[in-house]
């Protein structure tokens, strides 16, 4: 078995036994269960999310659990976590394609500050000191919206001495700006 089909079983084995990914008793659509992942008001979302349970299931060796879904914001979370989980198990053997020192990181908070670390996301860090200092934008902006992923896979910046291994690639008057080396990542977020 491949290493993305072996990581996807344990995956799926994982929201099984953890009880992320149940199903319960249901009566509606023609269904006498309903998994946790499915939306209840709408008959294929149940009918669907019921049959791939169970081939999931099925293919995980592991049979469903009869339970009540989770509340929200648990399940939410903790399929967050398993997701995460996955990536770290089946990204971070990719190495070979990959190279570099990476890092998988479950999102726990949603502040401009967390996500100002990561450079797509350092905009959105600026706008909202911005937003903060002038009040015309931030009623322009709004207070709730901001961009959040779940989780964010990272290369971790190098030192110069491991750029420039098998060449002089960078010296103190080259790449001032490129987020790869280490000596450019001065804390920007406020």
């Given at each position: ?72 914001q648990t399940l939410g979370n903790e399929f967050e976590e398993a997701c995460a989980l996955y990536l770290k198990n089946a990204f971070l053997r990719l190495g070979s394609l990959r190279p ?89 977020i406020k």
């Open positions: 078995m491949s290493i993305l089909s072996e990581e996807r079983v344990n995956f799926h084995r994982y929201l099984i036994k953890n009880e992320i990914l149940t199903h319960a008793p249901f009566s509606k659509f023609d269904a006498n269960y309903i998994c946790s992942n499915a939306d209840n008001g709408q008959k294929h979302s149940v009918l669907v999310t019921n049959l791939l349970a169970a081939k999931v299931a099925k293919k995980a060796g592991v049979i469903l659990v009869d339970r009540k879904k989770k509340d929200g570099g020192n990476w890092e998988v990181q479950k999102i726990s908070g949603r502040k401009q500050s967390v996500l100002g670390k990561y450079e797509q996301y350092r905009h959105l860090a600026e706008l909202g000191h911005l937003a903060a200092e002038h009040p015309e934008l931030r009623n322009f902006l709004g207070d709730g919206y901001t961009v959040a992923p779940d989780v964010v896979i990272s290369r971790v910046p190098e030192q110069d001495e491991v750029i420039n291994t098998s060449a002089n690639v960078v010296d103190g008057d080259s790449c001032h700006q490129a987020m790869l080396r280490a000596t450019n990542h001065i804390d920007k």
